[in-house]
Structure formats: structure tokens, C-alpha cells
């Protein structure tokens, strides 16, 4: 069975930066659109960014210019780096694979004022 396993949340300052990867382990290729969410306590899960199989990408308005996210389809690896990050971008962020409604498991990322 295919798993989205994230990793690289952790705890920053304001201004920081962290890299957040999402593989797919076993042999599936990982070639459609994928994308990343975001989710505070009590909060609806919302997009922060996508990236299509050619490479098209978009993103939440709250995070554009500051969020890239990028793939390496030979490692079955999705990307998000966050530069410039703020106190409000704390959330548990998730990887998700709309083709086949595959969600990680999530990381925590923090971001101290």
C-alpha cells in the first residue's frame, strides 16, 4: 500500500526557513498533481500550494513569494520550502494526492515571534 510519509517540520524564528518533503514509499510512481494543506486546531484544512505534473505550480495568496514547491519525480519526492516564515504559517502541514485521495501523516511546523 502506498504511504505519504512527510518530514522536516520543526520549530523556527520568524524569518526562518524549512524544507518540508513528502515521499511515496513503495513502488508507485508519483507523477500526477500533488499538493500541500495546511491545518490549525480547530480550522478547516486549507491549500498552500500545488504542482502539476508538468510542473505547473499555484499557490495560497498568503504564502506566494515566500512558499516554493517543486518535485522530484525520480525520488517520488514532493517539496515545499518556506523562506521568510512567519508567527501565522504555524500549522500542521500535510501532503496530499488527489488522484488517489492519499493524505501523510503530517508535520508540525512552529514559528516563534
Known amino acids: 500500500q502506498v504511504q505519504l510519509v512527510e518530514s522536516g517540520g520543526g520549530l523556527v524564528q520568524a524569518g526562518g526557513s524549512l524544507r518540508l518533503s513528502c515521499a511515496a514509499s513503495?513502488?508507485?510512481?508519483?507523477?500526477?498533481?500533488m499538493t500541500w494543506h495546511r491545518q490549525a486546531p480547530g480550522k478547516q484544512r486549507e491549500l498552500v500550494a500545488g504542482?502539476?505534473?508538468?510542473?505547473?505550480?499555484n499557490y495560497a495568496d498568503s504564502v506566494k513569494g515566500r512558499f516554493t514547491i517543486y518535485r522530484d519525480n525520480a525520488k517520488k519526492t514532493v517539496y515545499l520550502q518556506m523562506n521568510n516564515l512567519k508567527p501565522e504559517d504555524t500549522d500542521v502541514y500535510y501532503c496530499y494526492w488527489p488522484a488517489r485521495d492519499y493524505w501523510g501523516q503530517g508535520t508540525q511546523v512552529t514559528v516563534s515571534s
Open positions: 504542482i502539476t505534473s508538468g510542473g505547473f505550480t
Open positions: 513503495g513502488s508507485t510512481v508519483l507523477i500526477n498533481t
